[in-house]
């Protein structure tokens, strides 16, 4: 089973600092990797797939980047409304499943 | 694509959750479809995904326990979770994936208890 570590465990910034949140995988996932957003009483919502790409709807201050085990989800300047807590996904053919990071929160300082 | 889970809110130790996600104001077909659950104050886990095709893959810790399924010409797919715990208890959502690791819509989530 793939493992992802997602660092660091809570980030304290102000708006409008920039934020790099870290996801470490076990072993290679290609660009199978997924980034989620999630406030209180939310469903987590899609924000970045295949490493890079941005879900319909989300603001470029959102990006990703990485491949193969290092991975990067960085907002660029915090808006109030992006602290929440933010979870990697990773999706292997092989044995076929998908991992959840544990999740990395960014909030107020 | 809407979705919404249904099923009872509390079930005793060891006996078997069962809840079904019914999609709608969409196709069912060429998707897999997922449940994943959320521990009160906890993080994501994902259980497992079942393809329109009726292929299943599991979370390796909760294999032993789980069985999805779907039917498609009702548009829904299901949950079984056997010989229940405390620790089962947790905010259950269904989730299509629209591409690889691309969960696009999810259901509002339904908070399954655990206790006698």
């Known amino acids: 089973e793939i493992v992802l570590t997602q660092s660091p465990a809570t980030l304290s910034l102000s708006p409008g600092e920039r934020a790099s949140l870290s996801c470490r995988a076990s072993q290679s996932v290609g660009s199978y990797l997924a980034w989620y957003q999630q406030k209180p009483g939310q469903v987590p919502r899609l924000l970045i797939y295949n490493a890079s790409n941005p879900a319909p709807g989300i603001p470029a201050r959102f990006s990703g980047s990485g491949s193969g085990t290092d991975f990067t989800l960085t907002i660029s300047s915090l808006e109030p409304e992006d602290f929440a807590v933010y979870y990697c996904?990773?999706?292997?053919?092989?044995?076929?499943?998908?991992?959840f990071g544990g999740g990395s929160k960014v909030e107020i300082k | 694509v809407q979705l919404q889970e249904s099923g009872p809110g509390l079930v005793k130790p060891s006996e078997t959750l069962s809840l079904t996600c019914t999609v709608s104001a969409g196709s069912i077909g060429s998707y897999y479809w997922s449940w994943i659950r959320q521990p009160p104050g906890k993080g994501l886990e994902w259980i497992g995904y079942v393809h329109s095709s009726g292929s299943t893959s599991y979370s390796p810790s909760l294999k032993s326990r789980v069985t999805i399924s779907i039917d498609t010409s009702k548009k829904h797919f299901s949950l079984r979770l056997r010989s229940v715990t405390a620790a089962d208890t947790a905010l259950y959502y269904c989730?299509?994936?629209?591409?690889?690791?691309?969960?696009?819509?999810w259901g509002q989530g339904t908070l399954v208890t655990v206790s006698s």
């Open positions: 996904l990773q999706r292997s053919r092989w044995p076929p499943g998908l991992t």
């Open positions: 989730a299509r994936e629209g591409g690889p690791g691309a969960f696009d819509d």
